[in-house]
């Protein structure tokens, strides 16, 4: 039986974000990715931003049609499958991308930690998580077998990730 583990990197830096995906990717992690961010320039919808009172009327196709702003992050959404725009209650606009997005798309009313959460980390790290995107820090993570894990961890502070955690 394969032991999951679930590696995340916070980064201050969104350019370091991106070579950090790029470089995973480099290494043959693909649809293992995810990454989380606030949408800091309310780019979604067509540029208009919208306020966490708001959020809650934002229909979710519009949210996946705001996706392809992909301007907050620059290539970042780019390299990944499924990237999102979402309104989360307490934060505002995010994007998310690879599974998380598809967790958060199901799961909006539990906020980044919720998703995070179904990734296998604990409650009250979810909630630092989620506070850390609050703040404008990008999440990158990595949902990859136990042996695999300690390339993920490397790769991602090799790229300038401020922290790195890994959770089985």
């Known amino acids: 039986m394969v032991t999951v583990a679930t590696v995340v990197g916070v ?21 293992e990715i995810s990454i989380a961010a606030k949408d800091e320039e309310g780019r979604h919808r067509g540029g208009q931003g919208r306020s966490d009172m708001e959020a809650g009327g934002m ?32 934060i505002g606009p995010i994007v998310a991308a690879g599974p998380l997005a598809a967790a958060l798309t199901g799961a909006v009313a539990g906020g980044v930690a919720g998703g995070l959460l179904d990734m296998g980390i604990p ?7 989620e506070e850390d995107v609050k703040q404008g820090k990008v999440l990158a993570i990595v949902e990859t077998d136990q042996g695999r894990a300690s390339d993920a961890e490397e ?14």
Do not use: C
């Not at 992909?70 to 990237?83: F, M, N, S, V």
């Not at 409650?123 to 998580?129: A, C, L, Q």
């Open 11 to 31: 980064f201050s830096s969104k350019k370091n974000a991106e070579e950090a995906v790029r470089a995973l990717r480099d290494r043959g992690f693909h649809k």
């Open 59 to 90: 229909d979710m196709s519009e949210a996946r049609e705001g996706a392809a702003w992909g301007g907050t992050l620059g290539g970042l959404t780019g390299l990944l499958a499924g990237a999102g725009a979402l309104a989360i209650p307490g």
């Open 123 to 129: 409650e009250e790290e979810g909630k630092r998580y």
């Open 155 to 168: 790769i991602l502070r090799s790229q300038g990730a401020d922290e790195v955690t890994s959770y089985s």
